[in-house]
């Protein structure tokens, strides 16, 4: 289930790379451990990709630290240009280490 809500919340970034559009997300994110554990955290990911407007990355780029500061409880803040920043198993490595610093 959960995999099948972050491949529709990819989605929607892929969508807006094709309208060459930045985007702001939030996606509570389920996964295991090494052990087997369940682990959980709020992951940002700022997309931002290479495609979009010059203008428009300023404005995101410039907007990001605000709007993150807004959101408690963020365990990971990923800036993202293309979709290997984004791939589920980089999110799952970088949560479960963020978790365990």
């Known amino acids: 289930f959960v995999e099948t809500l972050f491949e529709e919340f990819t989605e929607h970034l892929r969508e807006a790379e094709k309208a060459n559009e ?3 997300g939030l996606f509570d994110f389920c996964c295991r451990d090494s052990a087997g554990h369940p682990r959980q955290g709020i992951v940002f990911i ?7 407007k010059t203008k428009e990355k300023m404005v995101y780029a410039s ?4 709007l993150q500061k807004k959101f408690d409880g963020v365990k990971v803040i ?3 240009t293309d979709y290997d920043e984004i791939d589920k198993d ?12």
Do not use: F, G, H, T
């Open 22 to 24: 930045c985007r702001y």
């Open 63 to 66: 907007s990001r630290d605000a």
């Open 46 to 52: 700022a997309w931002s990709p290479e495609n979009a």
């Open 90 to 101: 980089v999110v799952e490595k970088e949560l479960v280490r963020k978790l365990y610093s």
């Open 78 to 80: 990923i800036q993202a």
